[in-house]
Nanobody
């Protein structure tokens, strides 16, 4: 089970840090990722990070968002800087590997002045 937190209201240009912790008997997680879904749009990948720490970002967030993970805590983070209205969405965490695929409940990020 994944529990996401850290969403909220932020002004354009501001920052937020999302967290997502896995609970239960998960020994090692291969991939951790963040997705987002804005109203009327498809869910899209925001970032993912491998067990070894390699990360990937789409051009829309590269240079502004940073994904990180704490393997000891089975937790993934998303530091979001220079937020703009296009970043406003529900953000979902995802942890997956061979034989498992877990999703968090989503946390709302609102960017507004």
């Amino acid at each position: 089970q994944l529990q996401a937190s850290g969403g909220g209201l932020v002004q354009p240009g501001g920052s937020l840090r999302l967290s997502c912790a896995a609970s239960g008997t998960i020994v090692s997680i291969d991939f951790m990722a963040w997705y987002r879904q804005a109203p009327g749009k498809q869910r899209e990948l925001v970032a993912f990070i491998t067990n070894g720490g390699n990360s990937h970002y789409p051009p829309s967030v590269k240079g502004r968002f940073t994904i990180s993970r704490d393997n000891a805590k089975n937790t993934v983070y998303l530091q979001m800087n220079s937020l703009n209205v296009e970043d406003m969405a529900v953000y979902y965490c995802n942890m997956y590997g061979t034989g498992y695929n877990y999703w968090g409940q989503g946390t709302q990020v609102t960017v507004s002045s």
